[in-house]
């Protein structure tokens, strides 16, 4: 099963930037649609973005859409998320997952108990 480690997270002003990666290992990573999901404290785990294992097919949250972007390098087995515009809302701990074949919607309902996650970085916008 492949493992994640997320990175990239940390404190930036409404408005501001960030790129969080997720580094895979132990697995073929080309094999994989991966996913990006949030938790705010207090609130339910939510879907952000899906990118399919060739990085043509993509999906997003309408919440994100137009101010995130889903990319993926398979020959460094990572995985991105470029954040623009961030508000306070998108305050969250970011997690990155990845299951094997699969479509980009279906990871967008990913129980917590299926697939491979990582643990997670913190981003955290200021208004």
């Known amino acids: 099963q492949v493992q994640l480690v997320e990175s990239g997270g940390g404190l930036v002003q409404a408005g501001g930037s960030l790129r969080l990666s997720c580094a895979a290992s132990?697995?073929?990573?080309?094999?994989?649609?991966m996913g990006w999901f949030r938790q705010a404290p207090g609130k339910e785990r939510e879907f952000v973005a899906a990118?399919?294992?060739?990085?043509?097919?993509?999906y997003y949250a309408d919440s994100v859409k137009g101010r995130f972007t889903i990319s993926r390098d398979n020959a460094k087995n990572t995985v991105y998320l470029q954040m623009n515009s961030l508000k306070p809302e998108d305050t969250a701990v970011y997690y990155c997952?990845?299951?094997?074949?699969?479509?980009?919607?279906?990871?967008?309902?990913?129980?917590?108990?299926?697939?491979?996650w990582g643990q997670g970085t913190q981003v955290t916008v200021s208004s």
């Open positions: 997952a990845a299951r094997a074949l699969i479509t980009t919607q279906a990871m967008g309902v990913l129980p917590p108990n299926a697939g491979s």
């Open positions: 990118i399919g294992w060739s990085g043509s097919s993509k």
């Open positions: 132990g697995g073929t990573f080309s094999r994989y649609t």
